[in-house]
């Protein structure tokens, strides 16, 4: 499985992003094998729509799993019809969040977890 995982500065041992559509980066992880990759967000400086912007790069590069701080409105949408599982943390670097996503520790939402962020 392919998972996306929000980041600050494209680092694997740094804390994680907990802002979805305009964080800097996105972590991406192969489950089974655990290589990854960091890739720059195109949605972070979006004048209006970042979170759905950010899903579409989501599966542009095939993620199935996605884990942030918050979801808003408009971005869950774009998940849910997209066809990724999303998970919410409170912290940890993409390393540990792996390791809790692979043992079930993580909570799947199914509902916008915060509101729209605007700046």
């Known amino acids: ?11 694997f041992d740094s804390k994680f992003s907990a802002r979805f559509g305009r964080c800097a980066y996105f972590i991406f992880i192969d489950t ?6 960091a890739k720059t967000n195109p949605a972070a400086n979006a004048r209006g729509g970042a ?3 950010a899903v579409q790069f989501l599966s542009e590069n ?4 996605t ?3 918050r979801y ?5 949408s774009a998940i849910e019809a997209a066809g990724i599982q999303a998970f919410e943390a409170d912290s940890g670097t993409p390393e540990e969040l792996l390791n809790k996503f692979l043992a079930g520790e993580l909570n799947q939402v199914n509902t916008s977890t915060g509101p ?3 700046h």
């Open 32 to 37: 089974e094998t655990r290589a990854w990759e």
């Open 51 to 53: 979170g759905p912007q």
């Open 67 to 69: 884990i942030t701080g």
């Open 62 to 65: 095939g993620a199935e799993a």
């Open 1 to 11: 499985m392919k998972l996306a995982i929000s980041s600050p500065d494209g680092k």
């Open 72 to 76: 808003g409105p408009n971005a869950f």
């Open 116 to 118: 729209s962020l605007h």
